[in-house]
């Protein structure tokens, strides 16, 4: 039965507008029984530290209040514990609460979810020693990840949309080297994306069909469009009808390599660097809370 917690927060996200919504769910609870130990950091390399001396103590789950980058760095000290994770989603994305059915606009809600106890193991996408959730974006999509993160307004999905809206002006199809399980082929496309679930940038289906609990990977090209041609699509991503695209195709795998000159991937909202990149599958590698 689960008695102790370690509540992770950042105090520097939401402009005080987190701190009243950590409160609610902290409140929450502590009024179910729950011993909450509340550990708040300044950056991730401090918020890891503290979750890593939490978990080595005993604590009998991490929860971490954030969006889709505090649960990236939870998975990273969690990974194959055994220690489950705990989501209070109060980020701009929150793509990995959503692939799990976590509420997303009512945090007493997702903290009822951590009392009820209900655990579930899903898979983790692996590159090098770093793990994610979610999707590897490495294109387009990238490109809009990066220039949306140096983004101070607005917040929420709209971010993303000005975001892709500016880099269509300047963007132009990349020529990738890819390694799908052991196969080597090369394509011009506006993007490659790898993923572990079905969603990214709040709510963008680009990998639609993917499961987090699968035990594999899937890898998703959107061969050259024009600029016009990504504007229509970008709508479809949302509802995942752009599977339906010729442009479209999705490629199931448990390993794969990307590389592709002067291209920074993102992986959980977070930039996990340069390619090329090799990216497998870790089947059940943490175990979550959910509904």
Request: aromatic share 4%.
């Amino acid at each position: 039965m689960l008695r102790e917690i370690a509540l992770l927060s950042n105090p520097s996200a939401g402009r005080g507008r987190n701190d009243r919504l950590v409160a609610t769910a902290e409140s929450r609870l502590r009024d179910a029984g729950l011993i909450v130990h509340e550990l708040v950091a300044a950056d991730a390399t401090e918020s890891a530290e503290l979750a890593r001396k939490a978990v080595a103590g005993g604590v009998g789950a991490l929860v971490v209040c954030g969006g889709d980058g505090m649960v990236n760095l939870g998975a990273q000290v969690l990974a194959g514990t055994g220690v489950p994770l705990g989501i209070i989603p109060v980020g701009t994305g929150n793509d990995t609460a959503r692939a799990l059915g976590i509420p997303r606009d009512d945090v007493a809600a997702a903290a009822d979810v951590i009392v009820a106890g209900r655990l579930r193991r899903i898979d983790l996408a692996r590159s090098g020693d770093r793990y994610f959730a979610t999707v590897l974006a490495a294109g387009f999509d990238a490109a809009v990840n990066e220039r949306a993160n140096q983004m101070r307004w607005p917040q929420g999905q709209l971010r993303y949309t000005l975001a892709t809206l500016a880099e269509l002006r300047s963007f132009a199809p990349i020529h990738y080297t890819l390694e799908i399980d052991g196969v080597t082929r090369q394509t011009e496309a506006m993007l490659v994306a790898v993923g572990n679930s079905d969603s990214f940038g709040g709510g963008l289906r680009l990998t639609h069909g993917a499961s987090l609990d699968d035990g594999h990977l899937d890898v998703v090209i959107i061969r050259p469009l024009s600029k016009a041609g990504l504007v229509r699509a970008y709508p479809k991503l949302f509802r995942g009808t752009h599977v339906t695209m010729p442009q479209y195709e999705r490629i199931p795998c448990r390993r794969v390599t990307v590389a592709a000159p002067g291209v920074v991937a993102y992986a959980d909202g977070e930039r996990f660097g340069a390619l090329p990149l090799s990216v497998d599958v870790v089947p059940r590698a943490l175990t979550v809370f959910a509904p």
